[in-house]
């Protein structure tokens, strides 16, 4: 952990990149640009890139505008925040590890929308995000990894590609798999199974129920019936 304050001029300089995180203390609250009264923070036109750890402990962010022209959100940039809400502009096309990871103290994000750009969601990118009501994935995603959405209880019915290959075995390798073990785990509405648009037979939907959670199985059967 470090022992000397993450301050704005520390992330410039690029002294805090690959730190284990920032601590905050009297001199600092582990923000790269400092919330105003009401915990907001505008981040200046022109930046390209959220760097790793920018914003990770800063308790006292609420919300966040960021521009147009952000591409990258580094791992852990916003992870133990007081963030509520989450909206990337279209300009987003890589989010970093851990990048909202919450705990049980920091665990406000309710609502996040990724923009279409989005191929990947990395390992741990949400975990224990407990308030987190709904996910869209975009349809363009080709990878979600281990423990993404561990942990977020709120969650309910998500739909995922279904091109992506679940991983056997443990652990965070995904050699040869496209979707991390534990990536949904403790959700109560994930269904892998994507089922057609069209002609929906009752062998597709037996399919479909069972690999779905027994909680979704249980109110779809109901529906059937």
Known sequence: RLTRPC????FALGACTGQPE??????????????????????????TSIAN?????????????LPGSVTTIGDWAFSRTSLASATLPGSVTSIGQGAFECTAERTNLSSVILPSGIT???????RNCNL???????????????QAFQGCGSIGLVHVP??????????????????????F??????????????????????????????????IATAIVA
């Open 53 to 65: 750890r920018a914003f990770n402990n800063c308790w006292s962010l609420v919300s966040i505008a």
């Open 120 to 126: 990947k969601i990395p390992n741990k990118a949400f």
């Open 162 to 183: 279904s091109t992506l290959v679940p991983c056997k075995g443990s652990g965070a390798n995904m050699t040869g798999c496209s979707l991390g073990n534990q990536a």
């Open 185 to 218: 785990e403790g959700t109560i509405g994930y269904s892998s199974v994507e089922l057609p648009s069209t002609d929906i037979t009752l062998a597709a939907l037996a399919t479909a129920l069972a690999t779905a959670t027994p909680a979704v199985a249980a």
């Open 132 to 146: 987190l009501g709904s996910i869209s994935i975009p349809d363009g995603v080709t990878s979600i990894g281990y």
């Open 22 to 47: 920032c601590v905050p203390s009297e001199l600092s609250d582990c923000c790269l640009y400092k919330p105003d009264a009401q915990g907001h923070v505008d981040v200046p036109g022109g930046v």
């Open 7 to 10: 301050t704005m001029l520390l």
